[in-house]
């Protein structure tokens, strides 16, 4: 089937969080994103394929459409009818009949009618029939069940001269597989062996799988001895670990196991299943074995599978709890991660590690610092935890009350304790106290200062408008500064707006590190409010074609167990139509106290949208973005906690930020 290929420089429509923010202006760029949809698995949602299909049938790429076609991803009825169209509009009719024996032998139509006898005519009747129109009819009969009829074709194919490919393979020794015809396998691995075709991941995982299923290890292991694996196949170790376990090799399944570059949820999930048949995690086994499942779950994706199990567990330790709070952070839930922590104090755990991911993420610097003090036994590590707690809650006074309680109790501050210390100074514009504390890290407690402490004073410096001291306080570091040195000057520029410093800092920067998309987007942002339109499209251009994106930006908030992502313009989430139309009200809402918005759809605003619309009256919304919050939404964010009379927490990816009243606990210095 020959289907033209052109491509229209045209914007697409947004496909998912890979999407947004992103037009696409070339096929290699629209490759890529395709590219990490299949990797993400992403291209299994219905939904996100059909856009995937949508926009190269708007666009007119065609040719790329049918590839990945070939690749198994099959778009619904509704995209074929636009392909039809759009062929016969630029005149094809040849091609849209192909087109339709193509969706027969592929069974698009067969699942609708089932007659078997009227696809196999119309195969017949195909002209020149290539590979793929056999591995379409060879499909058509595996996904039917009919395995042997589809293994019958291949001596067709060879006498009209048609080679198989490896999608040809593929499907044969699935059916072989099914069927437990090792004889057969075997016949087609040796036609293997013997062609040209290169043994891929892909027919070596195949084969594999084949011969462990048909109970010959042996077989196995002689073909793994004699190619090279990719220590990165998850599949393929997958497989391997699959066939071990249900073989009863538990030790080789194990070796095997822990061998792996990258276990997925399956992988844990073969492991846990394996070792639970043989009573390996039994009650009077190491909590040991059982924290190492729990944090495979944690790590692999299976959340809900992981809270079960923790609560199998039947003697916690230490480890336990701070594993599955970690978890509960890691995705979001807040709520539970509280109730986690209290069970944790109830139970006599001593787990002061696991305070830190609860302040953290929830914000709440005086909660924090309820359950430090009811701790008996405190370390630095605490002490430094709700210190930090303080700073990015924007308590820089609280912050220091604490540094010197801890100072006379006589735990002697660590490196990281001053980099807390100073970040609270920083959020707080406490020059001189910065300074002092600098000095005193070195002269009372001999603590050499690092890279990450000059980077505080940067920062510090920067926040308070001294971008002069800021620059001449680099100057005379007696180590050279990095990336993160210029990257807080350059932050701070573009908050006073000072152009010719910002360009001095973005040399300074890309020398070190000239692909930093961070850097490009901040200088051109500066451009942007100065009026220097020509520097701000020279700059973006020259990111564009280093083939650099600006980070995408989303926003979480957790709501009735789940947590919902947004990004600026989102339409897929379920409530969409309920969010928007709470924008709406809220928008005139502000025209009538004399604001007038222009950025609705900015990532935060959907997601306290939804806040407001999917919780009580009364209940605190809190968000997490990955970035940091504009201005306008910062400013957007105030207004929302007055009208609403609600208290909304954000954290970003340097503070918190606590909207009551009208007012923000940062003081709008940030």
Known sequence: MRISRKFANVCPVSLDVIMVERSCSSIDEFERIHSHLITTNLMRDPQISTQVFEFLVFTGDLGYAQQIIRQGDEPEIK???????????????????????????????????????????????????????????????????????????????????????????????????????????????????????????????????????????????????????????????????????????????????????????????????????????????????????????????????????????????VISWNTMINCFVKYNRLEESFELFSRMQNSNIKAVQALEPFIMVRGCSELAYDLFSEISEKNVYLWTSVIAAYAMAGHAQKAIDLFLEMEETGTKPDQVTFIALLSACSHGGLVDEGYDFLSKKSRVYNIKPKMQHYGCMVDLLGRAGHLEESANFITSMPIPPDVSIWSSLLRACRCHQNVKLAEHAFKHLTETDPLNDGAHVLLANIYAKAGRLDDMSRIRMKLRDMGLKKQLGYSLIEQGGFVHKFTSGDIFNPHSEEIYLMLNEIEMTLQQQGLQETSLQHRERLAVAFGLISTSEKTTIRIVNNLRICGDCHSFMKVTSQVYNREIVIRDNGRFHRFQGGQCSCRDYW
């Open 79 to 317: 995209i074929w009818n636009s392909i039809i169209e759009n062929q016969l509009i630029n005149g094809y009719p040849q091609e849209v009949f192909a087109i339709y024996l193509y969706l027969v032998t592929r069974t698009v139509l067969l699942n609708k009618c089932g007659k078997l006898k009227e696809v196999c005519q119309l195969f017949d009747k195909l002209p020149n029939r290539d590979v793929i129109s056999w591995n379409t009819m060879i499909s058509c009969y595996t996904s039917m069940g009919m395995y042997r009829e589809g293994l019958g074709l291949l001596s067709k194919m060879g006498a009209e001269g048609v080679s198989p490919d490896e999608v040809t393979m593929v499907s044969l020794i699935s059916a072989r597989t099914k069927l437990r015809d090792l004889e057969m396998g075997k016949n087609l691995h040796l036609f293997l062996e013997e062609s040209t075709m290169k043994i891929s991941g892909s027919l070596l995982n195949y084969l594999v799988d084949m011969y462990f299923k048909c109970g010959k290890i042996g077989e196995a292991q002689k073909l793994l001895g004699r190619y090279e694996i990719d220590e990165v196949d998850v599949v393929l170790w997958t497989t391997l670990v699959s066939g071990y376990v249900k073989s009863n090799e538990r030790d080789e399944a194990r070796r095997l196991f822990d061998e792996m570059v990258e276990r997925n949820l399956i992988s844990w999930t073969l492991m846990i299943s394996g070792m639970l048949n043989r009573n390996e995690l039994l009650p009077n086994r190491s909590v040991v074995t059982w924290n190492t499942m729990l944090n495979g779950f944690c790590r692999s994706g299976g959340f809900e599978k992981a809270r079960a199990f923790f609560d199998e567990i039947p003697h916690k330790d």
